[in-house]
């Protein structure tokens, strides 16, 4: 079945301690994207990429890292996470990134809560 | 930082009404998507429109991208308890790349 997955799919942490996000397509998508959710505010976009290797920020890329070292794979890091990173997290791929003409298939999304 | 504005945030309606929800912004979109969360799952595409003007209908449900590509509605017909769920619009950019989203419409619909 063609999908986007994402590990965990909720997390309890506190402050600080360093976590890693997995997301992973079975698509052979090129373009990967990272997106947080807050309750009125949509979905904003952290981190994105074109590519393996080619990663570039978002709307709202502070506090946040990627890498790109496989087409499949796109994981979200915190190094140092903080209550305000507290949001529901999605993960996206399409084959391409022109969205006039191809869909972005999205993952079912990671509860973060940070204490 | 281009925004996009939904409203109402909130729709609570009974089965076999019409609704609207409007997606505005001050910005010119190159195209414009709606998208339908549910509980637990990512946003689902339910259309993109492309020109300026252009109307698309998914069977009970229409779409309008506006005249000026600024705004875009879903009217949806007859609603049925189905159809809950939140509704996304997503402003595509000029680059075609990179997505704005509005804050989102969640609408119940009783039976």
């Known amino acids: 079945e063609a999908q986007v997955t994402q590990n965990p799919r909720y997390l309890i942490t506190v402050t600080g301690k360093k976590l890693t996000v997995t997301c992973s397509q079975n698509?052979?998508?090129?373009?990967m994207s990272w997106y947080r959710q807050d309750p009125g505010l949509g979905l904003r976009q952290i981190y994105y990429?074109?590519?393996?290797?080619?990663?570039d920020k978002g709307d709202v890329p502070e506090g946040y890292k990627v890498s790109r070292k496989e087409k499949r794979n796109f994981p979200l890091i915190l190094e140092s996470p903080s209550p305000n990173q507290t949001s529901l997290y999605f993960c996206?791929?399409?084959?391409?990134?022109?969205?006039?003409?191809?869909?972005?298939?999205f993952g079912p999304g990671t509860r973060l809560t940070v204490l | 930082t281009q925004l996009l504005e939904q409203s109402p945030q909130f729709l609570s309606i009974q089965e076999g009404e019409n609704l609207t929800v409007y997606c505005n912004s001050s910005?010119?979109?190159?195209?414009l998507q709606w998208y339908r969360q549910e509980p637990g799952e990512g946003p689902v595409l339910l259309v993109t429109?492309?020109?300026?003007?252009e109307v698309k209908k998914l069977k009970r449900l229409t779409f309008q991208f506006g005249d000026a590509r600024k705004d875009s509605s879903l009217h949806i017909t007859a609603a049925q308890p189905g159809d809950t769920g939140l509704y996304l619009c997503?402003?595509?950019?000029?680059?075609?790349?990179?997505?704005?989203f509005g804050g989102g419409t969640r609408l119940m619909v009783k039976p």
């Open positions: 996206a791929s399409s084959f391409f990134a022109s969205f006039e003409y191809n869909e972005q298939f």
């Open positions: 698509m052979n998508h090129e373009y």
């Open positions: 990429s074109m590519n393996v290797e080619v990663t």
């Open positions: 910005s010119v979109f190159s195209s």
């Open positions: 429109v492309v020109t300026g003007g």
């Open positions: 997503a402003g595509v950019d000029n680059a075609g790349n990179m997505l704005t």
